[in-house]
């Protein structure tokens, strides 16, 4: 096994870790159907864990993808490769810059809410929060179809 290979090896192995969970993430919650705020402070319990996984994976893809442009400095040259760096760096940036100060207020509610009943203004943040992240699982989406087609 040559080192591209195994980069090969590992940036596939780190789609699976870091996208799968990335795109269930959102379905944790809404799938779930929370009706007690015990309940939905469970739901992101799970969606906190899954995060972890999709920041080690998606660490993982972005240092290999690069390391085997590096290695393969045409790829550099090639669309379907410059589109899907650029879209993961969008989505990438869109974390602290979109999704976090969505989330922050939702966290703040699981602290200052007292009661088991899910107040009204959670659903108007988690639609705002999971309409985002909706966006870049679309964006991962396209990027995983650039990557097995590379139609350019």
Do not use: C
């Amino acid at each position: 096994m040559t080192l591209y290979d195994a980069l090969v090896f590992i940036h596939i192995f780190s789609a699976i870790l870091g996208m799968g969970p990335g795109m269930v993430m959102t379905a944790v919650v809404t799938l779930s159907k929370p009706a007690t705020m015990t309940e939905l402070r469970h739901s992101f319990k799970v969606r906190n864990s899954l995060h972890i996984f999709t920041m080690v994976g998606g660490t993982l893809l972005l240092v290999t993808g690069l390391w085997m442009g590096a290695l393969n400095p045409f790829w550099f040259r090639q669309g379907w490769y410059i589109v899907s760096l650029v879209l993961f760096l969008v989505a990438l940036v869109m974390g602290p810059v979109v999704l976090s100060p969505r989330s922050k207020p939702i966290k703040q509610l699981f602290v200052d809410v007292e009661g088991d009943e899910i107040p009204q203004v959670y659903y108007d943040l988690s639609k705002e929060l999971f309409f985002y992240e909706r966006i870049i699982n679309v964006i991962f989406l396209i990027i995983i179809a650039l990557m097995i087609l590379k139609p350019f």
